[in-house]
């Protein structure tokens, strides 16, 4: 059977979530809803970034203990993934106990092991650069636009410190040759391209430890120093799956992961982490994935300018499932993408009101209208009408097998139009006015397995209008034990009783 883990990053808790972390995490929540659909053996990880300067700053500022900021921040992204609808498996937080001490057991492991050149992984040296709390990371020079951070529009502090390396710069050639050689994904093109391109210039080592940052793990061989943030951060991929204890059993069954994420951080994904996974002997991920960044009208997502979108007053003011639907479909996959209200109501009305909603609205109402005359016995060019369905399937597969989530959804859009056209083509109440009840009866039969067909492709992104669709046509209780195989084959279902409802009512 095949397997899944896909895994979101885990997200700094000094920021309250916004529709920024909102959009990697429904895609995430998609694609395992997918492949739980599929059966394939799913894990979906998400969680929160604890440790670090930033964080600890943050708590400072309103007096709390950093934990007690983390606490209570954390359970702010919980409540704002519950209310997302997330179904993700497990939710790590690196102050977690189980983390902590599997970092330290990851850590003492490496620090036994050898680089691909043969030297010590680790190594102790002192460090002067330039440190931007934000990002938490060192910055170039050439990284700066009039001296400031691009990302955080402040200027880093220059820090000089006695620090634990990794030794990061032994490792070039192999991710140089894995990238060649296609071991090691990164999708889309235009990143694995950036990838290559920093390894063409020669990646210097990291510090893996800090000097005087209190609020982290502190480092196993050397407790002045506590574990530099991003290197701990990573590890959250495989310490949630038990890796560092005896038992590594979630570890054998699911390891390695897709990586989500923007690309902000690909780096320390495409790079650093599967140079620590082959320190450890472990295998690279399976794919590196980064999408684009949102902004709102245009401009950055930023305290400073207001225009902050809260996940949760999103889902109170339009509904969880178009919340989803319009996060997941407003960014062209790889690109950036810009959100604002005015069309995120439009794409309500657009897609979802007149859409999907008016297409059911119509099937169903029809239904209800000549069910008397609706002969379930009658034939069907099975044969004819299933074609566009297994297209639709086909296409579906392939863009979410591929991450493509925009296009998945826009195959299914077209086979809404499909519907739309055919009802128009074929007229149903003037063949009830003709008395044509075998015509009648293929038509609106044809019509309601293509709508079982697309109660079921929307599952993973609007779970719950799935579940309406379903069960309003009268499938759901038999079917949701389904086989994948079965449930999109066209033409199995057996008599039911639609029923009729607003899918989507109008926004105020
Ligand atoms: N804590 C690190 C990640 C460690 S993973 C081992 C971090 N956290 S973060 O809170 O800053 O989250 C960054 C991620 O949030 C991005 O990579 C992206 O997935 C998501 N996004 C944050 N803002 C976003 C947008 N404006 N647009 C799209 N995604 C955004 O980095």
Request: proline share 4%.
């Amino acid at each position: 059977m095949a397997k899944f883990y896909i895994t979101t990053p885990i997200y700094y808790v000094n920021d309250k979530p916004h529709i920024g972390h909102a959009y990697t995490t429904i895609v995430a929540d998609i694609l395992a809803r997918y492949h739980r659909l599929k059966g394939d053996q799913t894990y979906f990880l998400t969680g929160t970034d604890e440790h670090g300067s930033k964080v600890a700053q943050s708590a400072e500022k309103i007096n709390y203990h950093p934990q007690k900021f983390c606490d209570e921040r954390s359970a702010m992204y919980q409540l704002a993934f519950d209310t997302l609808n997330i179904s993700n498996d497990d939710f790590i937080r690196t102050t977690e106990k189980r983390h902590e001490e599997r970092v330290m057991v990851i850590l003492e492991k490496m620090k036994k092991g050898k680089t691909p050149k043969g030297n010590d992984v680790f190594f102790e040296g002192e460090y002067s650069g330039l440190y931007c709390t934000g990002c938490e990371a060192y910055k170039k020079e050439e990284d700066l636009i009039d001296g400031k951070c691009p990302d955080h529009l402040r200027e880093p502090e220059q820090i000089t410190e006695k620090n634990w390396f990794f030794r990061l710069s032994d490792y070039n050639d192999v991710l140089m040759e894995k990238i060649f050689n296609g071991e090691l994904k990164i999708a889309p093109e235009i990143r694995k391209n950036e990838m290559a391109g920093l390894l063409k210039q020669g990646l210097e080592d990291v510090a893996i430890s800090r000097n005087n940052v209190a609020w982290g793990i502190p480092l196993p061989w050397d407790k002045e120093q506590t574990v530099y943030v991003w290197i701990e951060a990573l590890m959250n991929y495989i310490t949630a799956l038990g890796y560092g204890t005896k038992n590594q059993k979630l570890f054998k069954k699911f390891w390695p992961a897709v990586h989500l994420m923007a690309k902000d951080i690909i780096k320390f994904h495409a790079l650093i982490w599967p140079a620590i996974l082959i320190t450890l002997g472990e295998q690279i991920p399976e794919l590196v994935f980064a999408h684009g960044f949102f902004t709102i009208n245009g401009q950055k997502m930023s305290k400073t300018i207001g225009n902050v979108i809260d996940p949760i007053q999103l889902v109170n003011d339009i509904g969880v499932d178009p919340a989803r639907f319009y996060l997941a479909t407003e960014m062209t996959f790889g690109n950036d993408g810009d959100v604002s209200i005015e069309r995120m109501k439009e794409a309500y009305g657009a897609h979802l009101a007149n859409g999907l909603g008016n297409l059911f609205a119509r099937i169903t109402g029809m239904y209800s209208k000549y069910a008397e005359n609706i002969d379930y016995k009658v034939k069907i060019n099975t044969k004819k009408y299933s074609l566009i369905v297994d297209e639709t399937w086909k296409n579906y597969e392939n863009f979410l097998d591929n991450l493509v989530v925009d296009n998945a959804v826009g195959e299914v859009w077209k086979l809404i139009g499909w519907c739309d056209k055919f009802v128009e083509e074929n007229k149903p109440w003037e063949l009830a006015k003709q008395k044509d009840y075998k015509k009648l009866s293929e038509v609106i039969l044809i019509l309601l397995e293509n709508l079982r067909h697309i109660g079921w492709m929307i599952s993973p992104i609007m779970p719950d209008t799935s579940v309406n669709i379903l069960t309003l046509l009268g499938y759901f209780d038999t079917d949701k034990t389904l086989k994948y195989a079965k449930l999109k084959k066209w033409g199995i279902q057996a008599k039911t009783s639609p029923q009729n409802a607003i899918l989507f009512p109008r926004l105020a």
